[in-house]
């Protein structure tokens, strides 16, 4: 799977193509090439192939198959969510409510959505990174009409109390989104559980191609339509089928069903390693809840050092910074602003995420790699 002597820890950012992902969406490629709206048996074959992908999703989020509808991705399926849901209840209320930790699919929504009339309320968090619900609960209005809070956050993977979140809104009768890109995949996801009615799927975020995703609707549901077209997807989302990559998100909805604690043990497992190893560094913070996190995640921050500076140093290692430097300045992450971390430490902070194809051994020479680095910027 790796070709380079590089270390991958962003898992976060991107997950590669399962190699079993690969092979099942192969045969879409060359043999099963007609269209799915065709009643010939070209046309049959990949109508079957989407159906069995769209069951393999609903197995996955405990959901009916008829609640799917496949996009073009995690960004797609926010806007659908978000614009369809607010252009089609606005004569219900034009406030909606998120958080200011959100993914920016979702906060350049929210932000187009204000200049169309809407009033939008952002949520701070706690320290950790979760949204208090009291807080949730004084922000809510008589036209208040949605809430979209994201289950895991890409950065620092806390938890939202997404459960707690579901059963306040539907005291006041209102719906609740989830983006759920980075949670699908890393945690159980079940929308009976948490009590959703429209989730976010980004398929490249668990091992999937890029460029597929879905959305959950539940039943009963109406958005506005965001496409516009043939009568594709029940005539939710316009446009021919791209049945290439909804097999492979199939697939991956699969393998995401497979041995799930298992998976999560052992990503918990090498987390737990690289932060240990970490520790002895001294001057440096751990991000996010602890408790209610993402098993894969480990947000570190090094006290009066640059994260661009700390890339620099170990070009072997793939890591996200949670900040960026234009012209001299330090721009800190939307994130660990909302969290209150420190400016000594948000501007040295470093994501770091494994995943299935991460090894023992790339962790102990991470680490290796890493505390050289840091050892070296100090002096």
Known sequence: MIITNMIYLDYNATTPVAKEVAEAMQPYLFEYFGNPSSSHWYGQQTKNAIEKARKSLADMLNCDTSEIVFTSGGSESNNYALKGFAFQHQEKGKHIITSKIEHPAIIEVC?????????????????????????????????????????????????????????????????????????????????????????????????????????????????????????????RRAGTENILEIVGLGKAAELAMYEPEKRMQREQKLVEMLKSGLLPLGELQFNGNQAYKLPNTLSVSFKNLRAVDILSQMPNIAASAGAACHSDAVKISATLDAMNVPFEFAMGTLRLSVGKYTTEEEIKTAITEISAAIKLLRK
């Open 111 to 235: 932000k187009f959505l204000e200049q169309e009339g809407f009033e939008i309320s952002y949520l701070p968090v706690d320290e950790s990174g979760r949204v208090r619900i009291s807080d949730l609960e004084n922000a809510i209005r008589p036209d208040t009409i949605l809430i979209s809070i994201m289950y895991a956050n890409n950065e620092v993977g806390s938890l939202q109390p997404l459960k707690e979140i579901s059963a306040l809104a539907r005291k006041h009768n209102i719906a609740v989104h989830t983006d759920c890109a980075q949670a699908i995949g890393k945690v159980p996801v079940d929308v009976e559980d948490l009590g959703v009615d429209l989730l976010t799927v980004a398929g490249h975020k668990f091992y999937g191609p890029k460029g597929i995703g879905a959305l959950y609707i539940r039943k009963g549901i109406q958005l506005r339509k965001l496409i516009h077209g043939a009568d594709h997807e029940s005539n």
